[in-house]
């Protein structure tokens, strides 16, 4: 009986492990109570705290937001956040940029984490200073201090002590081969940070995340919530072998193809932020056109809500994909 109950607490502590909820970034824990928005989140000038969430909520809907901007919680005597930065899960240090005139994001953080067997990636940004010992490769437990908040950017306008904050996303990771991408797309244009550019990691919505842990606990399954994003579009790509196959297999759906069929591309379904939730192998004869990207369908109430990241454009009654668009799915099929 003593080894059967060894055995189930083994169990336990393994499903803990692989369920294991995020952590929020700061002690900030206004987003888990009543009303608590406006206490959490620092909103742009003049607007309320949605600004300050994750998605179409800046410009009118037109420009994405890929974080959550967390408010801070205590000051030193010159009105500066001292407020520490946690770990948002157990990971390890996969970047760090240490010099904030190098990017808008500041002084920032990346950690890549393993959950429900995804790689993960979390940053942090606009740090006032990192934790001394970090470096790349160094593991982490989820809650311990990272970094300080800070204030800190490349921005013309500088971000005001009032609107103080940490900078906090949860991402995928779209490209092993995102540096030959950037030379081409970008020519002439400094890349300083190699693959932890912000443009090669796709942000979920880490406040919906973050909730669904809260409420769910070990219940609460990242794969199954990515699983069921809403759908922007779909395309078809003449693509067979690029990253984030390997990397993210579990959103792919090995089953599709019949007895004696070998897989000409994919069928990806897209959500609004450009995120590849589910990848179809499809034989030769579902391609009716000789193009490298084949728009299939665009879902039009979701475009209305989300159009910020302008994936996909309308001429006349036709759907077509974006410049934007086309420019993703190159980086994803690199």
Known sequence: MKFKSCLGLLLFLARAVAAQPFQLPTA?????EPAGQDRYFVPTPGKTWLSGAFGCVRSDGWQMHEGLDVKCLQRDRAGEPVDPVLAT????????????A?????RYIVLLHRISGMEIYSLYAHLSEI?????AGRPVRGGEQIAVMGRTSNTRERISKERAHVHFELNLFYSDHFN????RHFPGERNDHGLFNGENLVGIDARLILLAGHEEGMRFDLLNWIQHRTELCRVLVRQTDFPWLRRYPMLVKQSALG????AAGYEIALDFN?????LIPRAAGSFKSAAKYQLLSVNEPEYTKNPCRRL?????????LANNGLSLLDLLTN
């Open 274 to 278: 450009g995120l590849p939730y589910e």
């Open 28 to 32: 900030n824990q206004a987003l888990f």
């Open 180 to 183: 030959s991408w950037f030379k």
């Open 312 to 320: 996909v454009t309308r001429q006349g009654s036709r759907w077509e």
């Open 131 to 135: 934790q001394s010992g970090l470096r």
């Open 259 to 262: 007895r004696g069929e070998r």
């Open 102 to 106: 190098l990017s808008n994001y500041g």
């Open 89 to 100: 899960a157990d990971g390890v240090v996969a970047y760090i940029n240490n010099r904030p």
